[in-house]
């Protein structure tokens, strides 16, 4: 572990890190037991829980670096809403399985790229989990990649699912690339990239693969969501008191 910079930015964007992978975690786990098929509702547990343990590490690299003494249990369960920093797009409902594949590449895709330039980070602790995270994020790109081209080039309802989902998704990723106060003074202190970076390279990614599933990408309009800023949606209120009930019912309970 490594405390080399414990600014509220430095905080701030680990936070970041560890509550994309929860909140998407959460996201995926709601697919157990209702996938369309038994291969992909194992595939999909198993990827919840890879995203969760990627939390887990992150949350706890968070507490760390902040000193108040909050673990992961703390900040997973027992902040409120608008202190959460993850983005929208994360915490959007499910809707079917189609708009799962499609969320699970666009995002992915980024958090591969993302994972790439961390294992550089002057932040050794995050280095590591970087290290460790890519893995995940790679297999996680091909398993939503290979299922987008297979709705987007499917059958004619495949394809318009596909491609509804696309349309609804697309605006949420133009939050990944919003510049922020926090991402300037992290970048400068070579903890982690501006995200804005990232633009250019991830739609190098995404693109061939649309095109291949046969998807108009729509045209990006001034649309932006602020969930990395700690303005969510309606959704995110929901998707808490489910994750948080146990805690908040019982605070401190130990099994």
């Given at each position: 572990m490594t405390q080399?910079?414990?600014?509220?930015?430095?905080i701030e964007y680990v936070l970041r890190l560890g509550d994309n992978a929860l909140i998407l975690g959460q996201r995926l786990s709601e697919w157990c037991g209702h996938a369309p098929v038994l291969e992909e509702d194992m595939a999909l547990a198993n990827m919840s829980l890879d995203l969760i343990g990627q939390a887990r590490m992150l949350l706890t690299h968070a507490g760390r670096l902040e000193g108040r003494g909050r673990d992961e249990d703390q900040l997973a369960f027992l902040r409120t809403e608008p202190n959460y920093r993850n983005?929208?797009?994360?915490?959007?409902p499910n809707q079917d399985f189609a708009r799962t594949m499609v969320r699970n590449f666009l995002y992915s895709s980024f958090q591969k790229l993302l994972w790439e330039?961390?294992?550089?980070?002057?932040d050794a602790e995050l280095a590591a989990i970087a290290a460790k995270s890519i893995k995940e994020a790679r297999y996680h790109a091909q398993h939503a990649g290979d299922?987008?081209?297979?709705?987007?080039?499917?059958?004619?309802?495949?394809?318009?699912?596909?491609q509804g989902a696309l349309?609804?998704?697309?605006?949420?990723?133009?939050?990944?690339?919003?510049?922020?106060?926090?991402?300037?003074?992290?970048?400068?202190?070579?903890v982690g990239p501006a995200w804005s970076e990232l633009e250019t390279a991830w739609e190098a990614l995404v693109m061939p693969v649309l095109a291949e599933a046969t998807l108009t990408v729509p045209a990006r309009t001034p649309f932006r969501s602020y969930g990395?800023?700690?303005r969510h949606s309606?959704?995110?209120?929901?998707?808490?008191?489910?994750?948080?009930?146990?805690?908040?019912t019982y605070p401190g309970a130990q099994w």
């Open positions: 080399q910079m414990t600014s509220p930015e430095h983005l929208t797009l994360c915490e959007l330039r961390l294992m550089t980070s002057s299922w987008v081209i297979r709705l987007g080039d499917g059958t004619a309802e495949s394809h318009a699912r596909a349309d609804y998704l697309w605006p949420y990723t133009a939050e990944f690339f919003v510049t922020t106060p926090v991402d300037d003074t992290v970048a400068a202190a070579g990395k800023f700690g309606e959704h995110m209120g929901h998707l808490l008191a489910e994750m948080q009930i146990m805690q908040r």
